[in-house]
T-cell receptor, first 111, second 113 residues
Framework: DAGVTQSPTHLIKTRGQQVTLRCSPI?????VSWYQQVLGQGPQFIFQ???????GRGNFPDRFSARQFPNYSSELNVNALLLGDSALYLC??????????FGQGTRLTVV | GENVEQHPSTLSVQEGDSAVIKCTYS??????FPWYKQELGKGPQLIID?????GEKKDQRIAVTLNKTAKHFSLHITETQPEDSAVYFC????????????FGQGTILTVHP
């Protein structure tokens, strides 16, 4: 079975630009969460979606938005990129209300 | 909100020794405590987890213990091997939150051959 897949794996953007990151959960998983991991730190929760509805939001500015599609895949959008948005963005999918399985992440560099 | 503290930040052991990583949490409502291993360039990999109705759980060379009264939980790795070298993260969540996790700061484990 395929695990959580994220695309792209790497990308470089300029300050002020917008970016869209994509995630496909494990087959059968209906919950998708997004995390930001800055180098040297633990992942920080951004969003959680279950059955296409937002179920949780972390302490991130409105420049960050997300959505979940009928096939349970998800997109994370970040507008007006700042240098501080440079990080590894992780997607996790869950079947139950606990275990979360992560993808390999998208490394975003803002220059 | 929940706050998770993890110690030590770095841990160096000889192959075959045991390694212990400790975490404390602040929210008494947290009831699910997973541990993740993250290798360079990869996403976190779930290695073991424990729920608040269990005090200890083992899986081959790894074990996790939970003390709900003291609000701390620990990861124990026995007979360490060089391939155990990685960054380890503890996390906590409330089981009703569909997977929202609060992570510790991470422990860099180095196992010397």
């Amino acid at each position: 079975d395929a695990g959580v897949t994220q695309s792209p794996t790497h990308l470089i953007k300029t300050r002020g630009q917008q970016v869209t990151l994509r995630c496909s959960p494990i087959s059968g998983h209906k919950s998708v969460s997004w995390y930001q991991q800055v180098l040297g730190q633990g992942p920080q929760f951004i969003f959680q979606y279950y059955e296409k509805e937002e179920r949780g939001r972390g302490n991130f500015p409105d420049r960050f938005s997300a959505r979940q599609f009928p096939n349970y895949s998800s997109e994370l959008n970040v507008n007006a990129l700042l240098l501080g948005d440079s990080a590894l963005y992780l997607c996790a999918s869950s079947l139950s209300r606990a275990e979360a399985f992560f993808g390999q992440g998208t490394r975003l560099t803002v220059v | 909100g929940e706050n998770v503290e993890q110690h030590p930040s770095t841990l160096s052991v000889q192959e075959g020794d045991s390694a212990v990583i400790k975490c404390t949490y602040s929210d008494s409502a947290s009831n699910y405590f997973p541990w993740y291993k993250q290798e360079l360039g990869k996403g976190p990999q779930l290695i073991i987890d424990i729920r608040s109705n269990v005090g200890e759980k083992k899986d081959q060379r790894i074990a996790v213990t939970l003390n709900k009264t003291a609000k701390h939980f620990s990861l124990h790795i026995t007979e360490t091997q060089p391939e155990d070298s990685a960054v380890y993260f503890c996390a906590a969540s409330q089981g009703t939150s569909y997977g929202k996790l609060t992570f510790g700061q991470g422990t860099i484990l180095t196992v010397h051959p």
